[in-house]
C-alpha cells in the first residue's frame, strides 16, 4: 500500500514571498491533517479535513495560511505572504475517517523563510 | 487545553541499557495515547497505541505504559541499540465532540552509542 506522499520535500522562500505545498493520501482515506512542526517541537495541528470538508482550522493563521481538499483526495496547504517564524516542517497525515486510532504521516516538506 | 510533556528532552546511552521515556498528561479523559518514532528528514512512524482501557502495550523490545488517573506513560526500551537513534514523541488523543484531536510533546531525542 502506497503511503501518504508530499511535495516538495525542501523549500527555501524569502519572507513575503508565496508557497504551496501538496499532500495525498493513502487511498480510501477519508480525514486528511495538516501539522506544522517547528524544530525542537512537536507536531501542531493546523488543520483537519473530512472529505472535502474542514472539521477543525482553529489553529490555521488565516490571514496567510489557506487549505483545501476540492475533491476529497489530494490537498494543498498555502501560504501567502510568509513570514520568517514559518520556518518549519509541514507534515501531512491521513487516517480512514474521524475515530480512526492511527494516522499516518507523510515524510514532510521541510520549509526555510529567509 | 490538553498539554503533553515529555522526559528527558534529549537523552544518550550506551549500547545494550535499557531505558525509559516519560510523558504526562493534563487531561485525563483521552481517547488513547500513541507513541511515535521520528528519524531526521521522515515522518512519524507509530509504535505502540494504548487505549484509555489499557494498562499497556507491547511489541518486541517496547513496552509502553499508562496510568491514566495520574496522566502519565512511559515508554521501555530493552537492551538498545543504534538503530533505536531517534526522536520519540507521545501523543494523546482527546475526543472533542465527533472530532478526535491529537495533542503531541515536544519529544525526546535519544542517542545510543555503539
Known amino acids: 500500500e502506497a503511503g501518504v506522499a508530499q511535495s516538495p520535500r525542501y523549500k527555501i522562500i524569502e519572507k513575503r514571498q508565496s508557497v504551496a505545498f501538496w499532500c495525498n493520501p493513502i487511498?480510501?482515506?477519508?480525514?486528511l491533517y495538516w501539522y506544522q512542526q517547528i524544530l525542537g517541537q512537536g507536531p501542531k495541528l493546523l488543520i483537519q479535513?473530512?472529505?472535502?470538508?474542514?472539521?477543525?482550522d482553529s489553529q490555521l493563521p488565516k490571514d496567510r495560511f489557506s487549505a483545501e481538499r476540492l475533491k476529497g483526495v489530494d490537498s494543498t496547504l498555502k501560504i501567502q505572504p510568509a513570514k520568517l517564524e514559518d520556518s518549519a516542517v509541514y507534515l501531512c497525515?491521513?487516517?480512514?475517517?474521524?475515530?480512526?486510532?492511527?494516522?499516518?504521516f507523510g515524510p514532510g516538506t521541510r520549509l526555510t523563510v529567509l | 487545553k490538553q498539554e503533553v510533556t515529555q522526559i528527558p528532552a534529549a537523552l544518550s546511552v550506551p549500547e545494550g541499557e535499557n531505558l525509559v521515556l516519560n510523558c504526562s498528561f493534563t487531561?485525563?479523559?483521552?481517547?488513547?495515547l500513541q507513541w511515535f518514532r521520528q528519524d531526521p528528514g521522515k515522518g512519524l512512524t507509530s509504535l505502540l497505541l494504548?487505549?484509555?482501557?489499557?494498562r499497556e502495550q507491547t511489541s518486541g523490545r517496547l513496552n509502553a505504559s499508562l496510568d491514566k488517573s495520574s496522566g502519565r506513560s512511559t515508554l521501555y526500551i530493552a537492551a538498545s541499540q543504534p538503530g533505536d537513534s531517534a526522536t520519540y514523541l507521545c501523543?494523546?488523543?482527546?475526543?472533542?465532540?465527533?472530532?478526535?484531536?491529537?495533542?503531541f510533546g515536544k519529544g525526546t531525542l535519544l542517542t545510543v552509542n555503539p
Open positions: 487511498s480510501g482515506h477519508a480525514t
Open positions: 479535513f473530512q472529505n472535502n470538508g474542514v472539521v477543525d
Open positions: 501523543a494523546v488523543k482527546n475526543s472533542g465532540g465527533s472530532n478526535y484531536k491529537l495533542t
Open positions: 487531561d485525563s479523559a483521552i481517547y488513547n
Open positions: 494504548i487505549q484509555s482501557s489499557q
Open positions: 497525515a491521513s487516517s480512514l475517517d474521524l475515530s480512526a486510532d492511527t494516522q499516518y
